[in-house]
């Protein structure tokens, strides 16, 4: 087992890969009560299509079938695993996003039963034709219910306004008429391609011996029989680099107008290093521009744009990436030609100065230090990172690193005209337009 020490941070965390694949992270913190784990593998709503285990051929499978995945593993043909997790005073959860599933557990004793729960329930799936058809009308109420949700709508229309035609821009539930084509079969061919402890990481967080935890894991996978797996093939569709529409808005049950802007990013092959410090470079313009202290903030909060509902988030993965800005607002219209004509301006020639940038970046640091007191944070942005060959510790050197040209640069790649979008929410009583 590797162990990487953090001294800025005085973390230590243990490594190991395992003979058929897994990785396995440890993080010990003597001072939390708390022990989280996550199970995740990199497989999420956009793997829409394929290569399977052991065939040669690419496969389309219907869309949002990585969540309904997600639902079903926790139902076994002996009960149900969270009853597993709560006899043994865990809690249990999982979610699935664009690009991974993530199957968790927190508890303050019994971890390694519940480590062993987690791990079992996860490489033992169990379906059956009539439990996939019950989950149907289950996963179908949660869609209708996220359908009736102007935040979530908001979400994803943004997003769909940005993509042409990669799968970012399906909601990851995916619709009723798409969940109800999965079968059985549909779910051991997913869970068979993507599941395989190559595709997956293992990470651990909390008052744990790092020894005794590997030593559990270990065991664990010297009884399980698993075939040497090659690389997962993937295939997404063409992606053009301008917006897919300007504008579009809709008209839903709500009290006050919703606006956001979209901006859809360039260079979206980046991983590592680079990722890493693009999409700081670019959270970090956008609260220097944005952030509750800075003067566009403060200006479009006194002339009545904005309320404590605005907001602002960039996020980049291999494929896609795109910031989010907007919130509530009486002048939708305004408040998104301010925000396009602001990114403009600045993207053509950058305004911020060195004191806003250290200003910026010893909040950011000083957040993401706080955040380490977080096992929930720690674990589920960890396993993000990793997955886009990141790491999480070596956010804070290279925050204190940035330049007033990283964030200049970021905001003239990424603020460009042709890809800058925006969605409104308006009351009902208003006429919507295409």
């Known amino acids: 087992m590797e162990k990487k020490k953090f001294d800025q941070l005085q973390e230590e965390l243990f490594y190991e890969k395992l003979d058929n694949g897994l990785s396995v992270y440890i993080l010990p913190k003597p001072q939390f009560n708390k022990t989280y784990a996550t199970f995740t593998t990199k497989y999420g709503s956009i793997d829409d299509q394929f290569v399977p285990l052991n065939e040669k051929d690419f496969v389309k499978v ?11 593993m926790f139902e076994k043909e002996d009960g149900d695993v969270f009853q597993q997790f709560s006899e043994n005073g865990a809690s249990a959860n999982a979610f699935t996003s ?3 599933t993530a199957y968790l557990f927190s508890s303050t004793s019994k971890v390694k039963e519940n480590l062993a729960t987690l791990i079992d329930f996860v490489q033992s799936p169990y379906f059956t034709e009539e439990t ?50 999965i079968t059985k079969d549909h779910l051991y061919q997913c869970y068979n391609t993507f599941y395989h ?11 744990v011996n790092p020894d005794e935890i590997i030593e559990q894991v270990r065991s664990s996978q010297q009884e399980k029989s698993y075939e040497q797996q090659s690389p997962i093939e993937r295939k997404f569709e063409n992606e053009p680099s301008n917006v897919n529409r300007k504008h579009h808005q809709l008209n839903m049950d709500v009290q006050v107008p919703k606006c956001m802007v979209g ?38 909060y006194e002339e009545g744009l904005i309320d404590d509902s605005f907001t602002f988030d960039f996020s980049q993965e291999y ?5 989010l800005i907007g919130g509530n607002t009486r002048e939708p219209d305004k408040l998104s030609q301010t925000i396009q004509t602001i990114l403009a301006k600045e ?9 806003q940038l250290n200003s910026v970046k010893k909040k950011n640091i000083g957040g993401f230090l706080r955040s380490l007191n977080s096992p929930e944070f720690i674990a589920n942005q ?53």
Do not use: C
């Open 62 to 72: 219907p869309d949002g079938i990585a969540h309904f995945l997600e639902h079903k």
């Open 319 to 323: 494929g896609f990436g795109f910031a």
């Open 132 to 181: 996939v058809e019950k989950e149907k009308g289950i996963i179908g109420q949660e869609i209708t219910m996220y359908d009736d949700n102007a935040d979530w709508r908001l979400y994803f229309g943004t997003i769909q306004n940005m993509y042409h035609n990669h799968p970012v821009k399906v909601d990851i539930a995916g619709t009723v008429d798409s969940i109800a084509d």
């Open 197 to 207: 402890p190559s595709n997956m990481v293992l990470f651990v967080v909390g008052s």
């Open 263 to 300: 901006l859809k990013a360039s260079n979206v092959e980046l991983s590592g290093d680079d990722l890493l410090r693009r999409e700081l470079a670019v959270n970090t313009a956008l609260e220097v521009l944005f952030g509750r202290t800075s003067s566009h903030y403060t200006k479009l």
């Open 382 to 434: 960890f396993t993000r990172y990793a997955f886009n060959e990141m790491d999480l510790f070596d956010a804070v050197p290279t925050l204190e690193t940035l330049s007033k040209d990283d964030i200049g640069a970021a905001l003239a790649d990424l603020a460009q005209p042709d890809r800058m979008t925006s969605f409104f929410i308006l009351p009902k009583e208003e006429e919507a337009v295409e």
């Open 98 to 100: 664009f690009t991974r």
């Open 347 to 355: 993207a053509k020639n950058s305004s911020i100065t060195e004191e």
